[in-house]
């Protein structure tokens, strides 16, 4: 019997299957709002059993990429319920991304009196695209002080209030991929002298401070967490004290009680492998669910389920590309490939028009 395929539990609730929808920028929420087109893009897949929203900004300043969406809006709020009614008409749970991306930005994708906010001033290598003018560098951030960090924990605990009356099962805390909660934990971007600043319990403290938050809004059973320790996405550079660093976090997360995990592997994009010695790690210090995510397919995601290695496992471009993956997997079928070039452009092709097997 197929391990996949099986109904689970993830905290209170219950999943259909083991097989999540990883979080995708897709870029069509136009003016950051949720709209008719995400609705169907969604429910298509939700014979999943955990979706994932795209990251969904909790603030204004979060607002890094083009068409983001946000959830710090009366009408973002509003656009994300019948979201949740057609994802959970079709029987899947659907938490959303909480996706703060800190310096990752340019404020031409920002609104007025939005502020490039960082643990400190320095700037990320690369380019960030705009609308208006195309490939931009990344700004140099403003430092966060101690009352902007109060502030913005406040803004992950009003977000995380939010997608609850949005009609979501929970949260999941982008702590990944070189956005704003990772780049207090990483020392090439948090290069502060004070308590959030210096040893791991210091870089540690905001992601922490953010996850306490969000379980006093909501409670720990809906509240998830994304990590990439050896991501080195976003100018996010490996550093000796990785895995030791990642191993406290976990600890850390666990004494809280979160509900899970997700842990994303990149090197099926190029990145370095996850070591197999920091999966058993973080499996051995959390004691509640483990998502794996990175490059599977239906045969190694059964493996390593029959392994025990993880309680759920997520993919990303297989069900972008096909809304019906989990029949295309239990059958064997061929899958439709992903069409890179209408990722993250706007409008309907490449995001509502991949056929399923009955088209």
Same mark, same amino acid.
Request: aromatic share 8%; with cysteine; proline share 8%.
């Given at each position: 019997?197929?391990?996949?395929?099986?109904?689970?539990?993830?905290?209170?609730?219950?999943?259909?299957?083991?097989?999540?929808?990883?979080?995708?920028?897709?870029?069509?929420?136009?003016?950051?709002?949720?709209?008719?087109?995400?609705?169907?893009?969604?429910?298509?897949?939700?014979?999943?059993?955990?979706?994932?929203?795209?990251?969904?900004?909790?603030?204004?300043?979060?607002?890094?990429?083009?068409?983001?969406?946000?959830?710090?809006?009366?009408?973002?709020?509003?656009?994300?319920?019948?979201?949740?009614?057609?994802?959970?008409?079709?029987?899947?749970?659907?938490?959303?991304?909480?996706?703060?991306?800190?310096?990752?930005?340019?404020?031409?994708?920002?609104?007025?009196?939005?502020?490039?906010?960082?643990?400190?001033?320095?700037?990320?290598?690369?380019?960030?695209?705009? @609308?208006?003018?195309?490939?931009?560098?990344? &700004? #140099? /951030?403003?430092? =966060?002080?101690? %009352?902007?960090? $109060?502030?913005?924990?406040?803004?992950?605990?009003?977000?995380?209030?939010?997608?609850?009356?949005?009609?979501?099962?929970?949260?999941?805390?982008?702590?990944?991929?070189?956005?704003?909660?990772?780049?207090?934990?990483?020392?090439?971007?948090?290069?502060?002298?004070?308590?959030?600043?210096?040893?791991?319990?210091?870089?540690?403290?905001?992601?922490?401070?953010?996850?306490?938050?969000?379980?006093?809004?909501?409670?720990?059973?809906?509240?998830?967490?994304?990590?990439?320790?050896?991501?080195?996405?976003?100018?996010?550079?490996?550093?000796?004290?990785?895995?030791?660093?990642?191993?406290?976090?976990?600890?850390?997360?666990?004494?809280?009680?979160?509900?899970?995990?997700?842990?994303? @592997?990149?090197?099926?994009?190029?990145?370095? &492998? #996850? /070591?197999?010695? =920091?999966?058993? %790690?973080?499996? $051995?210090?959390?004691?509640?669910?483990?998502?794996?995510?990175?490059?599977?397919?239906?045969?190694?995601?059964?493996?390593?389920?029959?392994?025990?290695?993880?309680?759920?496992?997520?993919?990303?471009?297989?069900?972008?590309?096909?809304?019906?993956?989990?029949?295309?997997?239990?059958?064997?079928?061929?899958?439709?490939?992903?069409?890179?070039?209408?990722?993250?452009?706007?409008?309907?092709?490449?995001?509502?028009?991949?056929?399923?097997?009955?088209?």
């Amino acid at each position: 019997m197929s391990l996949l395929f099986s109904e689970t539990v993830l905290g209170p609730l219950k999943l259909q299957n083991r097989l999540v929808m990883c979080p995708l920028t897709r870029s069509r929420a136009i003016d950051n709002i949720p709209n008719v087109l995400m609705a169907q893009y969604y429910a298509q897949r939700a014979s999943v059993g955990l979706i994932i929203t795209e990251g969904t900004s909790p603030s204004p300043n979060g607002l890094g990429y083009p068409r983001i969406p946000g959830i710090f809006s009366a009408a973002q709020v509003a656009g994300w319920k019948p979201i949740n009614d057609a994802v959970h008409a079709k029987g899947a749970k659907m938490f959303m991304q909480l996706m703060h991306c800190g310096r990752i930005v340019h404020p031409l994708n920002m609104p007025a009196g939005a502020r490039v906010l960082a643990p400190s001033a320095v700037a990320a290598a690369g380019e960030m695209y705009t @609308d208006a003018e195309g490939l931009k560098p990344h &700004p #140099v /951030p403003q430092a =966060m002080t101690e %009352a902007d960090i $109060k502030a913005t924990i406040a803004e992950f605990s009003q977000a995380a209030k939010n997608a609850i009356a949005a009609g979501f099962d929970g949260i999941e805390l982008h702590s990944a991929n070189g956005y704003l909660l990772e780049q207090f934990i990483r020392p090439n971007s948090n290069q502060r002298t004070d308590r959030y600043g210096g040893t791991i319990e210091n870089r540690a403290r905001f992601v922490l401070e953010v996850a306490e938050a969000v379980i006093g809004a909501i409670g720990k059973d809906r509240v998830g967490i994304r990590l990439s320790p050896f991501g080195v996405f976003n100018d996010m550079p490996l550093y000796a004290a990785m895995e030791a660093d990642y191993t406290y976090l976990a600890q850390q997360l666990n004494a809280r009680g979160l509900v899970y995990i997700h842990l994303v @592997d990149h090197s099926p994009q190029g990145a370095p &492998p #996850v /070591p197999d010695s =920091m999966k058993a %790690a973080i499996r $051995k210090e959390f004691k509640r669910a483990l998502i794996l995510s990175g490059g599977y397919d239906a045969a190694r995601a059964e493996r390593d389920l029959a392994a025990g290695k993880c309680d759920l496992v997520a993919v990303g471009r297989p069900v972008l590309a096909n809304p019906d993956l989990v029949t295309r997997w239990k059958t064997g079928a061929v899958l439709n490939a992903p069409d890179s070039t209408t990722f993250y452009t706007p409008g309907p092709k490449g995001y509502v028009d991949y056929p399923a097997m009955n088209a």
